[in-house]
Antibody
Framework: QVQLQESGPGLVKPSETLSLTCTVS????????WSWIRQPPGKTLEWIGY???????SYNPSLKSRATISRDTSKNQFSLKLTSVTAADTAMYFC???????????WGQGTLVTVSS | ETVLTQSPGTLSLSPGERATLSCRAS???????LAWYQQKPGQAPRLLIY???SRATGIPDRFSGSGSGTDFSLTINRLEPEDLAVYYC?????????FGGGTKVEIK
């Protein structure tokens, strides 16, 4: 079955760019939507955005255009870049397959990113 | 954006009891596009229910969802110790997608 795994630096300095990659195994990315979701410590979940296999994207307006999600179907990966990070961006970052009308399933295990100098 | 308010914040019940969790939306959720997730400590969320009442693959029938419009609920029958978790509702009928604040289920 489809499995997802996040990877990337666990520590990012303020004002720099957070970059994460999600690798999809056990299936192809040539269908569905693929999303990034984050969860600050002790808080609820926040949808960041998605990339469709066609390359089209959609983002949460709360991120004020700081997020960019792209995909590389040849590598079965999709990526997140978040610019101008602050301490408020410290969170567990999850990638997930977005089944549109059927919710997010499955999820990656998550990767903790801390923004600190 | 559509704000989802979950109640209660914490539910403490004994094994075998029934848990009823509420999720209220600030505006009607289009096409009942409402999902429920279970997040156990230290784990990623797991999809339980989509479309307000459809169980995801592999989810036991102890879990059921209902509701429409602005009021939704998740019922867990015959609570088991392994049901200890935070449960989140999420709507995907209105943009942007939003999650509720969660209900923590404790097992006495």
């Amino acid at each position: 079955q489809v499995q997802l795994q996040e990877s990337g630096p666990g520590l990012v300095k303020p004002s720099e760019t957070l970059s994460l990659t999600c690798t999809v195994s056990g299936g192809s990315m040539t269908s569905d939507f693929w999303s990034w979701i984050r969860q600050p410590p002790g808080k609820t979940l926040e949808w960041i955005g998605y990339v469709h296999y066609s390359g089209s994207t959609s983002y949460n307006p709360s991120l004020k255009s700081r997020a960019t999600i792209s995909r590389d179907t040849s590598k079965n990966q999709f990526s997140l870049k978040l610019t101008s990070v602050t301490a408020a961006d410290t969170a567990m970052y999850f990638c997930a397959r977005d089944l549109a009308a059927r919710g997010f399933d499955p999820w990656g295990q998550g990767t903790l990113v801390t923004v600190s100098s | 954006e559509t704000v989802l308010t979950q109640s209660p914040g914490t539910l403490s019940l004994s094994p075998g009891e029934r848990a009823t969790l509420s999720c209220r939306a600030s505006q009607s959720v289009r096409s009942s596009y409402l999902a429920w997730y279970q997040q156990k400590p230290g784990q990623a969320p797991r999809l339980l229910i989509y479309g307000a009442s459809s169980r995801a693959t592999g989810i036991p029938d102890r879990f059921s969802g209902s509701g429409s419009g602005t009021d939704f609920s998740l019922t867990i029958n015959r609570l088991e110790p392994e049901d200890l978790a935070v449960y989140y509702c999420q709507q995907y009928g209105n943009s942007p997608l939003t999650f509720g604040g969660g209900t923590k289920v404790e097992i006495k």
